[in-house]
T-cell receptor, first 110, second 113 residues
Framework: EDQVTQSPEALRLQEGESSSLNCSYTVSGLRGLFWYRQDPGKGPEFLFTLYSAGEEKEKERLKATLTKKESFLHITAPKPEDSATYLCAVTPGGYNKLIFGAGTRLAVHP | GAGVSQTPSNKVTEKGKYVELRCDPISGHTALYWYRQSLGQGPEFLIYFQGTGAADDSGLPNDRFFAVRPEGSVSTLKIQRTERGDSAVYLC???????????FGPGTRLTVL
């Protein structure tokens, strides 16, 4: 069964304290792995797509990496405005739907 | 440019009633998706349209749920005989084709009393 597990469920950081969020997946033929950011009361906002093991993508303070079993979202020197829920999702081979994890709630305090 | 829009933003209904939720995708996007998100959970896939046809409806929980996209643009999710367990945020997303990243709307919060 296709499945996505994210850890930790919640993370509290001080401003400037770098950390990583984990996304472990089991999927039949990975077509793509996606990271989204979701603010309270809003829809998910697209961040990155990764397609193959070894691939990395960066955007401002965020960097996403992919292996054959998991993906990491590295946050370097976070700011309070990075506080949000970060969602990981996969698309199985032969499908277009996204299968999401439950997310990691990140709180960055000044 | 304009993103995905959804109406209404909030809908409160009584158990047993019929509701319709509307989604306007990004102009030119041929693929449209509906998801449902419960509190503290990630979105759960319901149905995927490519053009006017439902290419994958495997996520619809039962026959009370139905969706249409008659002209390949706007889509309507229809829920008959609503139950309290249907309460959730219903999200719509669109993508340029079925293989591209999906862009989400703000969602419709449905509350069934």
């Amino acid at each position: 069964e296709d499945q996505v597990t994210q850890s930790p469920e919640a993370l509290r950081l001080q401003e400037g304290e770098s950390s990583s969020l984990n996304c472990s997946y089991t999927v039949s033929g990975l077509r793509g792995l996606f990271w989204y950011r979701q603010d309270p009361g809003k829809g998910p906002e697209f961040l990155f797509t990764l397609y193959s093991a070894g691939e990395e993508k960066e955007k401002e303070r965020l960097k996403a990496t992919l292996t054959k079993k998991e993906s990491f979202l590295h946050i370097t020197a976070p700011k309070p405005e990075d506080s949000a829920t970060y969602l990981c999702a996969v698309t199985p081979g032969g499908y277009n739907k996204l299968i999401f994890g439950a997310g990691t709630r990140l709180a960055v305090h000044p | 440019g304009a993103g995905v829009s959804q109406t209404p933003s909030n809908k409160v209904t009584e158990k047993g009633k019929y509701v319709e939720l509307r989604c306007d995708p990004i102009s030119g996007h041929t693929a449209l998706y509906w998801y449902r998100q419960s509190l503290g959970q990630g979105p759960e896939f319901l149905i995927y349209f490519q053009g006017t046809g439902a290419a994958d409806d495997s996520g619809l929980p039962n026959d009370r749920f139905f969706a249409v996209r008659p002209e390949g643009s706007v889509s309507t999710l229809k829920i008959q005989r609503t139950e309290r367990g249907d309460s959730a945020v219903y999200l719509c997303a669109s993508s340029l084709t079925g293989a591209n990243e999906q862009f989400f709307g703000p969602g419709t919060r449905l509350t069934v009393l």
